[in-house]
């Protein structure tokens, strides 16, 4: 069914058929930080996303995207759960580009739909569901939603496996683990139940500082699901929304508004001149300033 929308969309919604277009023509470097891989992606598109501004004011002005009532009469979705609808992303990161939104206007918060994503990922088997935060790469901050993208795509899906982990917690067969790499902070969850990993994420959740007038603490998920071993859950824990250089002046300015799939590897870079200036001293500058430090999270697990 999923391949019959997108096979229909691409065919009858022009937006989407061209920038699925011209994902084949992208420009991607790769830059080692640290001996981890991640890739530049240079997407004039994703300029949506990337420049979204997602202030009380932009987002009380402007009408919300991501409603039924609001869509291009052209986008058609698919229902899930009771009231989720599978959609096409017209401005797609991935091959395959999925934005998965909640039926009712309700704020972007994780809480109480960790065991949806879940769902979602063993019904999605061939993707990578992720979350936005509200301050960490949302462009609809005030829609509930997921995402979700063809897996295998970003670097960090393949490389947790080769580093050494550190034991966090534990909750029946669900065990939480924090992966050793710098300057990105990775927490590393799986289970093969989705109840015990569910109670282990809610304990996270309550251990994560929240930032003063905020409702939630600042983080990015993956969540993938493979048959025999259960779920496997990426959690990159944020200090901060957006880096210095995304509001600086002049040649100084860098484009860089980390999500997900920056998260996961996939830097996305809609302005040219970012592309080809971004390079490992940057990039790392950029994840330091965003995540929470691996200091930080150590002594919330120091009890």
Not at 110 to 124: C, F, P, S, V
């Amino acid at each position: 069914m999923i391949e019959q929308l997108i096979t229909s969309q691409l065919a009858r919604w022009e937006v989407a058929r061209n920038n699925y277009a011209a994902l084949s023509h992208v420009e991607v470097k790769e830059i080692f930080v640290k001996g981890m891989l991640y890739k530049a992606q240079f997407n004039p598109a994703r300029i949506v996303s990337s420049g979204a501004k997602v202030d009380a004011k932009t987002i009380r002005e402007r009408r919300c995207f991501l409603c039924a009532s609001n869509r291009p009469e052209v986008q058609e979705g698919i229902a899930w759960g009771g009231h989720y609808d599978l959609l096409v992303n017209p401005f797609p990161i991935f091959p395959r580009h999925l934005t998965i939104p909640d039926t009712a206007h309700q704020p972007q918060c994780i809480q109480g739909r960790i065991g949806e994503m879940m769902e979602l990922a063993r019904y999605l088997k061939e993707y990578t569901i992720f979350y936005n935060g509200p301050k960490c790469g949302a462009s609809a901050p005030d829609h509930a939603h997921f995402q979700a993208g063809n897996r295998g795509f970003m670097p960090i899906e393949s490389q947790w496996k080769e580093r050494k982990i550190l034991p966090l917690d534990r909750s029946g067969e669900a065990t939480l683990s924090l992966l050793d790499e710098e300057p990105r902070t990775t927490l590393l969850l799986r289970t093969p139940l989705l109840a015990d990993g569910v109670q282990l994420f809610d304990r996270l959740y309550s251990r994560l500082p929240v930032p003063e007038g905020e409702k939630e603490p600042m983080m990015n998920i993956l969540a993938m699901y493979d048959e025999g071993e259960g779920w496997t859950l990426l959690i990159f824990p944020r200090a901060k929304h957006r880096p210095d250089c995304y509001f600086a002046e002049g040649a100084e300015r860098l484009l860089s508004s980390p999500a997900s799939v920056d998260m996961g590897g996939v830097f996305i870079f809609p302005v040219e001149e970012d592309f080809l200036r971004i390079n490992a001293e940057l990039l790392e500058g950029i994840l330091k300033e965003v995540c929470l430090p691996r200091d930080t999270l150590l002594e919330l697990y120091s009890d």
